[in-house]
């Protein structure tokens, strides 16, 4: 038998060899999971398995709040806003935004004019202060999320504004102020910031999935020689 040419070898050994590769690339078992998480088919967007959507929340609030200038007890009002960070423990860690304005007016009291001759007169100190935390660590606690309950902690970094004007008993503005007024502790000046910190506690009452009552108590206190900011309020509370 005469021996087959060189080109027709090659052909064959190719022919042969097409079998073999398309059954070493066919699949040997299922596809590997996809990173989607899907839940009864829609896509899940949570940024963490919870109560609401992703987790976050924004709440505006008022209640009583005692000033650290001895003004006399006023109201604060204002909002804050919780982005989940990540699960924590028995419950969840979220970053915080709090700001808040107080407002609160003094008894009136006797002010000594430099005039000639002094003379007295009744005024009162009628205080806003701008209370802002733009940095706070919160830790709710999802154990009793079945009965629509949640305690929580937070605490961050503060920066107060102090604003002032003196007010006569009549109703007449005195200015320049004082500096009588310094020495009974009041903030003198159209905007007097001091650094603190605060620590706060409360309990949240999921009344639909997206809608919340919350109770807190917060305690603020400042880097200067003043007293503390106290303050207990009711908010409402958007989840989503």
Same mark, same amino acid.
């Given at each position: 038998m005469a021996p087959r040419?060189?080109?027709?070898?090659?052909?064959a050994g190719l022919l042969a060899c097409v079998p073999a590769a398309a059954g070493a690339q066919d699949p040997t078992g299922a596809p590997p999971p996809s990173g989607t998480r899907r839940s009864g088919g829609p896509e899940v967007l949570e940024l963490l398995p919870d109560i609401g959507v992703i987790g976050a929340e924004v709440a505006v609030f008022a209640g009583p709040s005692w000033n650290p200038y001895s003004v006399g007890q006023g109201v604060e009002l204002g909002g804050y806003? @919780?982005?989940?960070?990540? !699960? #924590?423990?028995?419950?969840?860690?979220?970053?915080?935004?709090?700001?808040?304005?107080?407002? #609160?007016?003094?008894?009136?009291?006797?002010?000594?004019?430099?005039?000639?001759p002094p003379q007295q007169r009744s005024v009162r100190t009628r205080l806003r202060l701008l209370h802002v935390s733009p940095f706070a660590l919160k830790y709710a606690l999802t154990r009793w999320d079945g009965a629509r309950l949640r305690p929580y902690l937070s605490a961050g970094a503060d920066v107060l504004v102090a604003l002032t004007e003196q007010e006569g008993a009549?109703?007449?503005?005195?200015f320049p102020l004082a500096a009588e007024l310094e020495a009974r502790g009041y903030p003198t000046g159209q905007g @007097?910031?001091?650094?603190?910190?605060?620590? #706060?506690?409360?309990?949240?009452? !999921?009344?639909a999935t997206g809608f919340s009552l919350n109770l807190e108590y917060r305690f603020t206190a400042t880097g200067g020689t003043h007293g503390r900011l106290h303050g207990t309020s009711a908010a409402l509370g958007f989840h989503w």
């Open positions: 040419p060189l080109p027709a070898l090659l052909v806003i @919780n982005l989940p960070l990540r !699960r #924590a423990p028995g419950g969840k860690l979220s970053y915080e935004i709090f700001l808040g304005l107080s407002l #609160a007016t003094s008894d009136p009291f006797a002010l000594t004019l430099q005039t000639a009549e109703g007449g503005r005195l @007097n910031i001091e650094l603190g910190g605060h620590a #706060a506690a409360g309990l949240e009452i !999921r009344v």
